[in-house]
């Protein structure tokens, strides 16, 4: 098994459906420099037609977190804080696997706030679109979506959400890539699964708040066991333009 397909099995990675390429994931996907994706669009393909420079599309997080789909593991108010999703040039612009956790990124793993990252992120270079919507209350069923252009600079997609209640758990996708010497069409995957390592909790509550931390896959027992129940939500892009 390669390292990303075993880091995909940490994390509960999924890939469903792809088109026109097959992606790694969120977390998984480190995406490309900025240099690297422009001399990739500016390669020539044989039978592939010149890709605009610009792409639109619709990006859905659609929440299944139920007794339904986690019989033996839901907290009675199970629910997702307001989704924060970011366009960027640069991989891990809102986070990535084994790097340290922005504060921004804790204060939605942990409370469900959004301020101090969209701060974060509207103040960082690297970032073309940051954008906020409402959260999925309990029962945790519904769905979520935001419209964005992107351009071959700039074309990786990230989204946070906080698995609610929990320490610091949270869903969402790192760095995904959406030019590949042509434009992403749809595709369907798993949120990814991560522990902002900033808090201390088993069985959706909390011990201890520990301060800064790393971003990794589900380490408390509560988490690895809700997590090998069912994916906890999906992520549907779908290009509009």
């Known amino acids: ?41 500016a390669q020539t393909q044989i039978g592939v037609p010149e890709q605009p420079a610009t792409a639109s599309y619709r990006v859905a997080f659609n929440a299944r977190w139920t007794s339904a789909t986690h019989p033996t593991t839901t907290p009675s108010d199970a ?16 986070f990535d696997l084994g790097a340290a956790t922005s504060p921004g990124v804790k204060d939605v ?30 029962p945790a069923i519904g769905s979520r979506s935001f419209d964005i252009t992107v351009t071959q600079e700039a074309d990786l997609v990230s989204l946070v959400t906080m698995l609610a209640p929990s320490s610091d758990w949270f869903v969402g996708l790192s760095s995904f890539d959406l030019f590949k010497g042509v434009w992403l069409q749809t595709t369907t995957i798993d949120a990814g699964n991560y522990d902002a390592g900033t808090s201390g909790g ?5 011990t201890s708040r520990t301060g800064p931390g ?28």
Do not use: K, Y
Request: proline share 7%.
């Open 1 to 41: 098994m390669s390292r990303f397909a075993t880091a995909a099995a940490v994390i509960g990675l999924t890939v469903l459906a792809v088109a026109p390429a097959t992606a790694l994931g969120p977390g998984i996907n480190t995406g490309a420099t900025a240099s690297e994706r422009a001399a990739r669009g």
């Open 79 to 94: 629910h997702f804080s307001n989704p924060v999703l970011a366009v960027h040039s640069t991989p891990g612009a809102m």
């Open 109 to 138: 793993a942990e409370f469900g706030r959004t301020a101090t990252l969209l701060g974060e992120l509207r103040s960082n270079a690297a970032v073309t679109d940051a954008q906020v919507t409402a959260g999925v209350p309990a």
């Open 202 to 206: 088993d069985n959706f509550g909390v």
């Open 214 to 241: 790393v971003v990794s896959g589900p380490v408390d027992p509560g988490f690895i066991s809700a997590a090998a129940e069912n994916p906890f939500a999906t992520i549907t892009i779908t290009r509009t333009g």
